[in-house]
């Protein structure tokens, strides 16, 4: 069935470092793919999206390419912050009318100054 | 900026009780949806709702669950006999137009069955 595999966690980065989250997947069809971030408190909210092969999804500073021939979505940042310090979830949709969301089990990066 | 909002935060219950968690879309959104996570593992579908009646399921979501949308802002989420298993964090969403996977989660509301 569907499903994401995601890097385990915990992430532990200082300030500025390079920031990759690996995260595949399994689906059929034409899935579009997406990064969750969950703050402290906060419920999940969207990162960053790309509904089909080769698109690249950014915001923030963070971008994921998808990448249909190696079935995978990785997160990466160039130099993180501490605010970015959150816990990151990659998820599937397979494209339907429907939207239901396959999710990783999440990775939890914490930022140093 | 509009947000999906959820109630209470945190629920206490004794195992076969009744919980109603409830939760307040964005107003313009026809999609609904409740996922839970369970602490410590991935975050999974319980169902979606579109058009007054339920357009997905999962396993999980048994005769024990239920969902209603009673008027045009709230979407509900009722357990009818808490097991300790259901101790879990449940999220609320929901989705407009275009990308179904595109959803605006609440903050959650945090079940512990005792």
């Known amino acids: 069935g569907d499903s994401v595999t995601q890097m385990e966690g915990p992430v532990t980065l200082s300030e500025e470092a390079f920031l990759t989250i690996n995260c595949t997947y399994t689906a059929t069809g034409y899935p579009s793919l997406f990064w969750y971030v969950q703050y402290p408190g906060e419920g999940l909210q969207l990162l960053l999206k790309?509904?089909?092969?080769?698109d690249k999804g950014s915001n923030k500073g963070f971008e994921a390419t998808y990448r249909k021939e190696t079935t995978s979505f990785h997160l990466e940042k160039g130099s993180v912050q501490v605010s970015d310090s959150a816990v990151y979830f990659c998820?599937?949709?397979?494209?339907?009318?429907?939207?239901?969301?396959?999710f990783g089990r999440g990775t939890q990066l914490t930022v140093w100054p | 900026e509009p947000e999906v909002t959820q109630t209470p935060s945190h629920q206490v219950t004794q195992m076969g009780q009744e919980v109603i968690l409830r939760c307040v879309p964005i107003?313009?959104?026809?999609?609904f949806y409740w996922y839970r996570q369970i602490l410590g593992q991935k975050v999974e579908f319980l169902v979606s709702f579109y058009n007054n009646e339920i357009s997905e399921k999962s396993e999980i979501f048994d005769d024990q669950f239920s969902v209603e949308r009673p008027d045009g802002s709230n979407f509900t989420l009722k357990i009818r006999s808490t097991k300790l298993e259901d101790s879990a964090m449940y999220f609320c969403?929901?989705?407009?137009?275009?990308?179904?996977?595109?959803?605006?989660f609440g903050p959650g509301t945090r079940l512990t069955v005792t």
């Open positions: 790309a509904t089909k092969a080769d």
């Open positions: 998820a599937l949709d397979r494209g339907s009318t429907l939207g239901r969301l396959y």
């Open positions: 107003s313009n959104h026809l999609y």
């Open positions: 969403a929901s989705s407009g137009v275009g990308i179904r996977g595109e959803q605006y």
